[in-house]
């Protein structure tokens, strides 16, 4: 029977393979496909089923791994993988979530990892400071997605603005929302019936006197809109909602400001990404991604408040078994800011980065983040058979394959099946969506490691792609 603890040299022997893997991986992923993907069923019967009584060697399992999960995966730090948002990552914070686990950091409360604790309230006050929060009494958390993070702003929203009148809630966001926030109102029990989707205007972003008159209208129905969800950057599109006019509207009918940043609230810390989210400031809540643009691996999600008294009002819970913990009045104990009290140090691997790259580093990265989206955009105009839908939007542009002549469900089967060729192929990633009863294409441009040379080759290629689908489809 082996014993829990491997010996000192069985340990480093194993985190060298990890680390000589990893290495290798990010050194040649630009060389190799951007997709490798198998089924499940495919490798089903490779990734054994059961577990051992007496235990395998490492080699053996680190064998399999390779060849039926690392191996087979959609690489989505790969420079061409371009479908739904990327998520480029970094070493540097690769390696301090190994550090972060193999000391086995509980952040729950202060008093068991004070370091720890401390570089989460240095790295959240940087944020608030980067939104335009000040930066007392301001705060916010570190979680795992940004759909948690949105649930956790709306019920400190529900908190902050229902109190007794939790049934004749009602919120508001544009129908091109992420559908984490419907999904956080469901979980926070709200129903079908006080939810309202406001539609968009021509460039996808939210239509205010659409807005302003659905809260009328509620009022005067006795009913108690309390949240407007404003867009920082949508997964469609990379819309901006106009900030700074829903901050006025809240504060007329005394609603909370709720925006959902997740794509696009990291830019912020870029010349051009404040200037584009102007109006971020004047949220009560904020929520951004760092796996997005600011190059993190997942799981380090951010909610930001403009007052972290209303995160503690909403979760703090002191059960006699924690009372050692609560020994000094104002100490942070990030437990009581959002559902977990067991919590990975989620802090560490952006604060150790951003320390060691700079700030300039990802800035710079930002802004040529933008740079690509525009130069992708330039590209597709220059097929006469590509259309573009929306111009290049934060790192999103969206375009669709298209000849007039063709019907809308002639060019739904081609655009669709552009999608598969692309991917089926391995040489890039892309993904499809659905715009107002139109499939169109999107290329989400953001990786620090895609090159001009990836973008050309990939529309290239869509435009092939289509040409070739088109010849199935007889003309009318």
Known sequence: MKNLKPDAEEMRRIGYLAVDKIVDHIEHLSSRPATESASREEVQNALPGKFSDKGQSF?????????????????????RFFGFIPGPGNYISAVADFLASGHNIFSGVTFEAAGAAQIEINTINWLCG?????????????????????????????????????????????????????????????????????????????????????????????????????????????????????????????????????????????????????????????????????????????????????????FQIIPEYLEDNYTDEGEINFCDYGIQLSRSFRALKLWLSLQYFGLDAFRSAVEEGFHKAQQTENCVKQFKDLQIITPAQMSTVVFRYYESGLSEDQLTYINKSIVSEIVSDGFAVISSTRLRKQTVLRMCVLNPRTTLSDVQKTVEMISQAGKRLRKDIPAH
């Open 59 to 79: 080699d053996e399992l680190f064998n399999v791994l390779n060849e039926n999960v690392f191996s087979k995966i959609l690489h989505l730090d790969h420079p």
């Open 130 to 314: 980067e939104i335009g929060y000040d930066i007392k009494p301001s705060g916010g958390i570190f979680l795992s997605g940004g759909s948690i993070a949105n649930l956790t702003g709306l019920a400190a929203a529900r908190k902050s603005k229902l109190s007794g009148e939790f049934e004749k809630g009602t919120v508001y966001f544009s129908d091109q929302t992420h559908s984490s926030v419907e999904r956080g109102l469901r979980v926070l029990g709200f129903k079908k019936e006080q939810i309202r989707k406001i539609t968009t205007t021509e460039d996808f972003k939210i239509d205010i006197p659409d807005l302003t008159a659905s809260i009328e209208s509620d009022k005067k129905q006795g009913l108690s809109p309390f949240c407007v969800v404003g867009n920082a950057g949508t997964t469609n599109t990379g819309a901006i909602d106009p900030l700074a006019e829903i901050s006025t509207i809240c504060k007329k009918h005394d609603l909370w400001f709720h925006v959902d940043g997740a794509y696009g609230g990291s830019s912020i810390i870029s010349k051009t990404g404040t200037k584009l989210l102007k109006g971020s400031e004047l949220s009560d809540s904020f929520v951004m991604d760092p796996h997005k643009w600011m190059f993190q691996p997942y799981e380090i999600a951010c909610l930001l408040v403009r007052s972290s008294d209303t995160l503690r009002e909403t």
